[in-house]
């Protein structure tokens, strides 16, 4: 009974418990339940799952990503400046800070893969620096529209309403960075479920080893997934800048924590037992609700952190409690 309990939660233990939250917040708040505060649940959880696709990603084989959050806010300055300060054309402004995630996805591959330093210490050691990098950059400033520069003067440039309308605007009365989000968890589902290189991943880290016995470019595809982190990461910080309308220093540091958490909620989703796409998503889905509720409860904002902490341990608890028991067996 005790292995099939264990078992049971770990299938459907996050399901459970988004159900749970659910009724309970409609009980305590009739507002919960309204179309327009899920329309801003998902609007909040849009950024956080994006980020969390790219720790998807290097999880998939066998990585871990630190480095997001301080890649996104690089992004996020990256993308204001080049309007505010530059007044340069919307096509330069989104193909750039992608440019610059990708790099650090090279450089994340350079120390894990070509220098050997375990994944978490490379991406520590990137997080820093990153973090370093868009503090030096924007001299520890936000960025906005006509801001007054530290040489004199003030910024020539604003960030224009097309590129406002891709984190404010609506299509078919849900927001665009909700349909963005979508589409970017159809194409990570797709290519890691449904193509040979998915499966390749998938194969690299779950057997580095015998990947390599039957052919295949490890450190090609311990490459391709940091890459696509810190793509992801950047199109966060775009997205980010779009909606608040500003560029705000440390602005990825915050959602770390809630996408790590979502990814290994997702780990569990139907007995997943793997990260994958649509797992992270519903992850995604549980924290962003469960603040959502906090906050109509007006629990305080400092105490966010507790409750996301805590879904974290809950979902690692369960993951590592259920592959214990299945090795054993």
Do not use: C
Request: hydrophobic share 55%; charged share 10%.
């Amino acid at each position: 009974m005790k292995e099939k309990s264990i078992q049971f939660l770990f299938k459907y233990g996050a399901i459970l418990l988004l159900i749970f939250i659910i009724i309970y917040f409609s009980i305590i708040s009739p507002a919960f339940l309204s179309y327009g505060n899920f329309t801003d649940i998902l609007r909040a959880i849009s950024i956080v799952t994006v980020l969390a696709l790219g720790v998807t990603f290097t999880l998939v084989v066998n990585g871990f990503d630190l480095s997001v959050g301080s890649t996104m806010s690089l992004s996020t300055v990256i993308t204001a400046s080049l309007m505010v300060w530059y007044d340069m054309p919307l096509w330069l402004v989104l193909i750039l800070p992608i440019a610059v995630g990708a790099l650090v996805g090279l450089f994340n591959t350079l120390l894990i893969v070509v220098i050997g330093i375990p994944d978490l210490l490379a991406t520590l050691s990137t997080m820093y620096i990153v973090a370093g990098l868009h503090r030096t950059y924007t001299e520890g400033y936000s960025i906005y529209n006509h801001m007054p520069l530290t040489s004199g003067g003030t910024a020539i440039g604003e960030l224009s309403e097309a590129f406002l309308w891709i984190g404010q605007g609506k299509v078919a009365g849900l927001p665009v960075p909700v349909w963005l989000m979508i589409g970017l968890i159809a194409l990570a589902y797709l290519f890691l479920n449904h193509t040979r290189w998915g499966r390749i991943f998938y194969m690299t880290g779950s057997n580095e080893e015998a990947a390599t016995l039957s052919g295949v470019k490890v450190r090609r595809v311990k490459l391709a997934a940091y890459v696509v982190s810190g793509i992801f990461a950047s199109i966060a910080g775009i997205l980010f800048t779009a909606r608040v309308g500003s560029g705000q220093i440390d602005a990825g540091a915050p959602l770390l924590m809630e996408a790590v958490a979502a990814v290994f909620v997702g780990y569990s989703v139907l007995g997943a037992g793997k990260p994958n796409a649509l797992g992270t998503f519903f992850g995604a889905a549980v924290i962003g609700i469960l603040l959502n509720g906090l906050t109509i409860l007006n629990l305080p904002y400092y105490a966010f952190d507790i409750i996301k902490g805590s879904v974290l341990v809950l979902a690692l608890a369960v993951t590592y409690v259920y592959a214990k028991k299945r090795t054993a067996a």
